[in-house]
């Protein structure tokens, strides 16, 4: 089973900031990794596909970046919608693995 | 865009089985090429990948889970279910059902339910 380490676990923020979150998977998934972002009592929506990829309607200020073992998630110009806890997938191989999740709290 | 409903019983009890429902709704719902998808989140937890569910009849399951899960598809009703036997107290959790795109080695989830919290518990 493949783990995916995310960090941090969480960090505090403040709006208009840049924030990365790193998503590391313990072999390589070539691509397959994708983001979603769960804000509290909601089901996850879908940032980012194929490492690098926007989502349909997904802000330009969510990005992605990476391959292999080493993924990033970055947010630009951070606003205060974006408290949120951010999740990664991959689903390279069987069985389909999340990160433990990062959590984003807004000062 | 698809809009995905769970539906079934909030509470179940220890040992029985949790029969859940998803219904779909809107934008190519109706599309036979479909591949679905279930996702647990226990309360105040990350989430985990229960098995997916292909237009053809395969079903790929979690091996933690794989002893205790059967998924179907009735596609006259749009509908495709997930039952989880013989569960425990560490069974209660949200449930989601998600769409798929893409393959079993490279798809994701693009939308999901609402999500249904079970609570097992006599």
């Given amino acids: ?107 | 865009q698809l809009q995905l409903q769970e539906s079934g019983p909030g509470l179940v009890k220890p040992s029985e089985t949790l029969s859940l429902t998803c219904s779909v709704f809107g934008g190519s719902s109706r599309n036979n090429n479909y591949f679905r998808g279930w996702i647990r989140q226990p309360p105040g937890k990350g989430l985990e990948w229960i098995g997916s569910l292909y237009h053809t009849g395969s079903t790929y399951y979690n091996p933690s889970l794989k002893s205790r899960v059967t998924m179907s598809a009735d596609m006259s009703k749009n509908q495709f279910s997930l039952k989880l036997s013989s569960v425990t107290a560490a069974d209660t959790a949200v449930y989601y059902c998600a769409t798929v795109q893409g393959d079993i080695l490279t798809g994701y989830f693009d939308y999901w339910g609402q999500g249904m919290l079970v609570t097992v518990s006599s």
Wanted: net charge neutral; aromatic share 10%; with cysteine.
């Fill in chain 1, 1 to 107: 089973e493949i783990v995916l380490t995310q960090s941090p676990d969480f960090q505090s923020v403040t709006p208009k900031e840049k924030v990365t979150i790193t998503c590391r998977a313990s072999q390589s998934i070539g691509n397959s990794l994708h983001w979603y972002q769960q804000k509290p009592d909601q089901s996850p929506k879908l940032l980012i596909k194929y490492a690098s990829q926007s989502f349909s309607g997904v802000p330009s200020r969510f990005s992605g970046s990476g391959s292999g073992t080493h993924f990033t998630l970055t947010i630009t110009e951070l606003e205060a919608e974006d408290a949120a806890t951010y999740f990664c997938l991959q689903s390279s191989s069987l069985p389909w693995t999340f990160g433990q999740g990062t959590k984003l709290d807004m000062k």
